[in-house]
């Protein structure tokens, strides 16, 4: 146990977490698509205060995106059809990755493909370009907002174990396999990531939903529907989060609507190892660090010494346990 003490001589609670064989000094990551590429947030956030950054998904080449409007705020939350603008993956191991690498976090890149095969080729040339604080990779295969690739492989079971295994042949890092909510079930999900060999899972990703300007009658998105996000759907994060716990024993990334502490904490008692914040990042571009700090008070009061003593501490009636729930 790595316990010490604060100024005033109070234990001060051990944050770091273990994913596979890497450890990260927190549980907080910043998630993808809300943070750049580390860059473009810099001015407003101490990058080093969080556990990890996962980059925004990259591609084998540039993509501009969904044309706008492609963002929309909704009730506790917002509508994003991105559709995965990105610099592509030449100039994310030229500029992108070496940016990252001179902070002392650690570093999960997101990839996104339309074919197996392209999953493969931009996940080895991240490899062949890494750098000592890349920790893994973070699989996309949940976006809503793409026409090709995303979804078609995140809704079905076959193709998810089928990438996992061809993937898991090309990488020693961690492999993170993040899973979308727009599912019956994110069970066989999450059991075909463990049999495939994956280090973790991460979900969720955005829900499907629409937005509609009644005097138009148009949809406000221009592609209809895009991902709902923040913190309207974390009801909804949670509830799977905890689906998966019990459907498997790989540990789990809890994302969906964080933006406090006591967010993170839901997450981590259902059965979350690590969180990642998204959309909170809008409104705070250091909502991560803020959620790490009060993590660390939170445990202080609570006399709690490590953080991993939080997860998977739901306190579910045995009744209701034997019956399913
Ligand atoms: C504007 C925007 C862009 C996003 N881009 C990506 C992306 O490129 N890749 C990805 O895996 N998830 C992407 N996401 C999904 C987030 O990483 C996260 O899974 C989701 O927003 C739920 O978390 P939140 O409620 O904290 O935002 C994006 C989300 C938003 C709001």
Redesign the pocket.
């Known amino acids: 146990m790595n316990t010490t003490l604060n100024t005033n001589g109070e234990v001060k609670p051990n944050l770091h977490v273990k994913l596979g064989n890497v450890e990260f000094k927190n549980p907080v990551l910043v998630?993808?698509?809300?943070f750049g590429y580390g860059a473009e947030a810099k001015q407003f956030c101490d990058i080093e205060g969080l556990g990890g950054v996962?980059t925004?998904?990259v591609s084998w080449k540039p993509r501009m995106g969904n044309s706008p409007r492609r963002?929309v705020e909704t009730a506790s939350?917002?509508l994003?059809s991105?559709g995965?603008a990105?610099v592509g993956v030449d100039t994310f191991v030229k500029e992108k990755l070496p940016y990252l690498a001179k902070f002392d976090t650690k570093i999960i890149a997101?990839i996104?493909a339309s074919s197996m095969e392209e999953y493969r080729d931009v996940l080895e040339k991240i490899e062949a370009n890494a750098v000592p604080n890349l920790a893994g990779y973070?699989i996309?295969i949940?976006?809503p907002n793409v026409k090709d690739g995303g979804l078609s492989f995140g809704t079905n079971v076959e193709r998810t174990e089928e990438l996992t295994t061809l993937l898991r042949a090309s990488t020693d890092r961690l492999l993170i396999i993040?899973l979308t909510p727009n599912v019956t079930s994110v069970a066989p999900f999450a059991q075909a990531c463990e049999r495939a060999g994956a280090d973790a899972i991460s979900l969720?990703?955005?829900l499907v939903g629409m937005s509609i300007d009644i005097y138009t009658h148009e949809p406000r998105l221009n592609t209809v529907t895009g991902?709902l996000?923040?913190p309207a759907?974390k009801p909804i994060?949670l509830a799977q989060v905890y689906q998966a716990r019990k459907a498997c024993s790989l540990p789990i990334i809890g994302?969906?609507?964080?933006v406090s502490a006591e967010d993170a904490i839901e997450f981590f008692i259902a059965g979350a190892t690590m969180v990642?914040?998204?959309?909170?990042n809008f409104v705070y571009p250091d909502a991560g660090v803020r959620v790490a700090a009060g993590l660390e008070k939170y445990l202080q009061q609570q006399k709690i010494a490590e953080v991993t003593e939080l997860v998977n501490t739901l306190r579910v009636k045995a009744e209701l346990k034997a019956a399913g729930w």
């Open positions: 998630a993808s698509g809300t996962v925004k998904s963002i939350g917002m994003n991105i995965l990105n997101n996104a973070e996309n949940s976006c993040k969720i990703n955005t991902g996000s923040g759907i994060a994302i969906g609507g964080i990642q914040v998204g959309t909170a």
